[in-house]
């Protein structure tokens, strides 16, 4: 399954948005680096790249909804954790195995579906409640 940045992914908050590209750029990388049978090395850095950038991602999410009191910060963190352990697994697995094809179509494949439905369902509706708490907030200065 293919990845690929398009505006369907914009939600409207740039610092997220700049971010979400990044990722969704370096999941495509990865799928080209595993199509490619790119060597191990090349398919580990792009992994600790998702494992180490998901981490800063989900910090600036954080921010924004404990700044702005969303209430579904708790199914945000849970889904965020669920990428994270994959993005770990899929780092030991990369140690273990080097690029099997396995690991590109089970492992990639259901990351990628969360990304695709993370940020155009979860984030999108967060981002969706942030932008209208600052609109409110800019009314009432
Ligand atoms: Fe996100
Ligand atoms: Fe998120």
Redesign the pocket.
Known sequence: MGLIWDETFVLGIDEIDLQHRSIVEHFTKFSEAVQDGSAKEVLADLADFLVEYGQMH?AT?ETYMQKYDYPRIDE?RH??EEFTLDTLELRKRIEEEGASRELSIALTGRMVRWVIQ?IRK??RD?VNFVKERMAEESKAV
Do not use: R, T
Request: charged share 35%; aromatic share 12%.
């Open positions: 989900f999410e945000q889904e965020h993370h979860h984030d967060m």
